[in-house]
């Protein structure tokens, strides 16, 4: 099959090829996907996870990439929930090849049904925002209806899902972003809207959550904004600031069918969106269950139709939307992955 490689960390996004692999074989409890829509972070060129296994041994050639939406073409011994021929959609495992190749194993646990009305463009988008999203909400941060959240980012990937998601739970958002971002960030279903560069941000007053996407001197910040008994979640790394009387977390964003499943609701013009046009419809009862502690990454991905031709001369198009980048049939043109010169244009 081909699939897209890297070997050289130093090299970064530079160093991704296009080759030939053996296409994987389904252990047990996986499932075999033809990919037809694929997301990559271009931050996995840092992760540990990209190089080595969880032994810390090299693992190179790898394969990037960890969103997908596509069909089951095999199930593994012991595979249950699935079926071949099921479109489906979800997040790799970190430590195994990922999703930019013609096929991916997979365990099962890991991917939802797509329902048949979300195009697979928008079930490859999904899965690391709309998670990052639902579990900084609502298992870190224990979001409730009336409360209020300051969602950084507003008009991006993850903050996209952050504003929607929490006005779905009955939230109150107030969205931050640059001034160019305002309205975007208004359409996702912020209340308000802090421009970072000419608003006073002390000027929010308290707020019960801060879902953080930027870190530094706006975390800080942000942090004495928090009422008590509030929350600061990130997603940048370890927070460099707390609550003077409630909770920081930063965690890694895990895999979770039933909230993969929550995340596409439907793909039609009337619902909400994200980057890809999407948004849940219903939202499941937010769990009750202690912060962890963890890295977190930030969230980007491009996404590729499996019947866009793999040549440099014949890209998908692609246009830039709230921090995704996805493969449409928009007029913009612009270069993306080029497999003559294996060159990443962001």
Same mark, same amino acid.
């Given at each position: 099959?081909?699939a897209?490689?890297?070997?050289?960390q130093?090299?970064?996004?530079?160093?991704?090829k296009?080759a030939?692999?053996?296409?994987?074989?389904?252990?047990i409890?996986?499932?075999?996907?033809? *990919?037809h829509?694929?997301?990559f972070?271009p931050t996995?060129?840092?992760?540990?996870?990209?190089?080595?296994?969880?032994?810390d041994r090299d693992?190179?050639?790898?394969?990037?990439?960890?969103?997908l939406?596509?069909?089951?073409?095999?199930?593994?011994?012991?595979?249950?929930?699935?079926?071949?021929?099921?479109?489906?959609?979800?997040?790799?495992?970190?430590?195994? +090849?990922?999703?930019?190749?013609?096929?991916?194993?997979?365990?099962? %646990?890991?991917?939802?049904?797509?329902?048949?009305?979300?195009?697979?463009t @928008?079930?490859a988008s999904?899965? *690391?925002?709309?998670?990052t999203?639902w579990?900084?909400?609502?298992q870190h941060?224990?979001?409730?209806?009336?409360?209020?959240?300051?969602a950084?980012?507003?008009a991006?990937?993850v903050?996209?899902?952050?504003?929607?998601?929490? %006005?779905?739970?009955?939230g109150?958002v *107030?969205?931050t972003?640059?001034?160019a971002?305002?309205?975007?960030?208004? +359409?996702?279903?912020?209340?308000?809207? @802090?421009?970072?560069?000419s608003?006073?941000?002390?000027?929010?007053?308290?707020?019960?959550?801060?879902?953080?996407?930027?870190?530094?001197?706006?975390?800080?910040? =942000?942090?004495?904004? *928090?009422?008590?008994?509030?929350t600061l @979640?990130?997603?940048?790394g370890?927070?460099e600031? %707390?609550?003077?009387d409630?909770?920081?977390?930063?965690?890694?964003v895990? #895999?979770?069918r039933?909230?993969?499943?929550? #995340?596409?609701?439907?793909?039609?013009?009337?619902?909400?969106?994200?980057?890809?046009?999407?948004?849940?419809?219903?939202?499941? =009862?937010?769990p009750?269950?202690?912060?962890?502690?963890?890295?977190? %990454?930030r969230?980007?991905?491009? @996404?590729?139709?499996?019947?866009a031709?793999?040549?440099?001369?014949?890209?998908?198009?692609?246009?830039?939307s709230?921090?995704?980048?996805?493969?449409?049939?928009?007029?913009?043109?612009?270069?993306?992955?080029?497999?003559e010169?294996?060159?990443?244009?962001?």
């Amino acid at each position: 099959m081909k699939a897209i490689v890297v070997t050289d960390q130093a090299a970064g996004t530079a160093g991704m090829k296009l080759a030939e692999r053996p296409e994987p074989p389904a252990a047990i409890n996986d499932v075999i996907v033809q *990919i037809h829509a694929s997301g990559f972070v271009p931050t996995e060129m840092a992760w540990p996870s990209t190089w080595t296994d969880r032994r810390d041994r090299d693992r190179t050639p790898s394969i990037p990439g960890h969103e997908l939406a596509g069909v089951v073409t095999a199930l593994g011994y012991g595979t249950t929930g699935l079926s071949v021929g099921q479109r489906v959609f979800g997040l790799a495992d970190w430590h195994r +090849d990922g999703t930019l190749a013609e096929y991916v194993a997979i365990e099962a %646990r890991n991917l939802a049904p797509l329902p048949g009305d979300v195009d697979f463009t @928008v079930g490859a988008s999904l899965p *690391i925002s709309g998670l990052t999203a639902w579990q900084g909400l609502f298992q870190h941060g224990r979001l409730q209806a009336g409360q209020s959240v300051l969602a950084h980012g507003a008009a991006g990937a993850v903050g996209s899902m952050v504003t929607q998601l929490a %006005r779905e739970a009955g939230g109150y958002v *107030i969205g931050t972003g640059r001034a160019a971002d305002r309205q975007k960030a208004l +359409d996702f279903g912020a209340q308000e809207f @802090v421009d970072l560069d000419s608003d006073a941000l002390d000027d929010v007053g308290g707020v019960d959550l801060v879902f953080d996407v930027i870190g530094g001197d706006i975390q800080k910040r =942000s942090a004495g904004l *928090i009422r008590a008994g509030g929350t600061l @979640v990130s997603i940048v790394g370890p927070t460099e600031a %707390r609550p003077a009387d409630g909770l920081a977390v930063d965690f890694v964003v895990e #895999s979770d069918r039933a909230q993969v499943r929550s #995340s596409s609701g439907c793909g039609t013009d009337d619902c909400g969106r994200t980057s890809a046009r999407s948004r849940p419809s219903t939202m499941p =009862s937010p769990p009750s269950t202690r912060p962890s502690d963890a890295r977190g %990454r930030r969230s980007s991905a491009f @996404v590729r139709e499996r019947h866009a031709p793999i040549d440099a001369r014949s890209r998908p198009a692609l246009s830039r939307s709230a921090g995704c980048f996805l493969s449409t049939a928009a007029t913009e043109r612009q270069p993306w992955l080029s497999f003559e010169d294996q060159r990443h244009t962001p």
